[in-house]
């Protein structure tokens, strides 16, 4: 698994600020396009928070991670905020505005 976790470490670093991505998009970039749980261990799992910029992960919805491993739904959403994501009034990343593609 370790080469697994290295190649979605390397993706998700690439994404720009103030944009976000999906798991299921980082798995498909990988190969793997039914592995979007393990993008999720992978991340959950990341040895280099600051450096690795998981917060802008979220799900095909939009939806921000229940679990965010570094303080919470609520804190991944204030690093979005920092960055100039806005949320649509549900509290989703608006995908068609936000979404990067690698």
Known sequence: MKGFFDKVYQIVQQIPEGRVTTYGIIAKALGYPRAAKQVGFALHANPKPKIIPCHRVV????????????????????????????????????????????
């Open 59 to 102: 799900n095909r919805f939009g939806e921000l991670s229940k679990a965010f491993v570094f303080g919470g739904e609520s804190l991944q959403r204030d690093w979005l905020m920092q960055e100039g994501i806005t949320f649509l009034e549900d509290g989703r990343v608006d995908l068609s505005k936000y979404l990067w593609i690698p």
